[in-house]
């Protein structure tokens, strides 16, 4: 059963990803052509988007949180597998996931607005 449920976080998180890969797949690029108008910034996106499905997929799957299905504590057995726990355990996934991707894209636009200030002001300045 454990099995069972490791996979599905795991394929719940890798839905999860995808779909915020697609949602910011053209903002993204968009930002990364202004900001390095070369060859490499389609690199970047690609990496950017690999990085996506890591945080995504790390911040969903959280396997020491799932550890209490298959590793007794102190004083407490192993805790069940039940309907109410798989609810528990998918909108875990799906929230752990959001705000990991939500927190790696703040920071990349972060960093990128401050990158557009530097282009900007140097384009400005070479007029």
């Given at each position: 059963?454990?099995?069972?449920?490791?996979?599905?976080?795991?394929?719940?998180?890798?839905?999860?990803?995808f779909?915020?890969?697609?949602?910011?797949?053209s903002?993204?690029?968009?930002?990364?052509?202004?900001?390095?108008?070369?060859?490499?910034?389609?690199?970047?996106?690609?990496?950017?988007q690999?990085?996506?499905?890591?945080?995504?997929?790390?911040?969903?799957?959280r396997?020491?949180?799932?550890?209490?299905?298959?590793?007794?504590?102190?004083?407490?057995?192993?805790?069940?597998?039940?309907?109410?726990?798989?609810?528990?355990e998918?909108?875990?996934?799906?929230?752990?996931?959001?705000?990991g991707?939500?927190?790696?894209?703040?920071?990349?636009?972060?960093?990128?607005?401050?990158?557009?200030?530097?282009?900007?002001?140097s384009?400005?300045?070479?007029k």
């Open positions: 059963m454990f099995i069972t449920l490791l996979s599905v976080t795991f394929i719940i998180a890798l839905v999860v990803s779909l915020v890969s697609r949602i910011f797949s903002p993204i690029l968009k930002i990364m052509n202004r900001i390095i108008s070369d060859e490499i910034s389609k690199a970047w996106v690609k990496y950017l690999f990085a996506v499905y890591v945080v995504g997929i790390s911040s969903g799957v396997v020491w949180d799932l550890e209490k299905y298959i590793i007794p504590t102190k004083n407490v057995e192993i805790i069940t597998l039940n309907a109410d726990r798989w609810i528990l998918i909108y875990r996934t799906v929230i752990g996931s959001l705000i991707l939500s927190w790696m894209l703040l920071v990349f636009f972060m960093f990128a607005l401050i990158a557009f200030v530097i282009v900007r002001g384009e400005l300045k070479t």
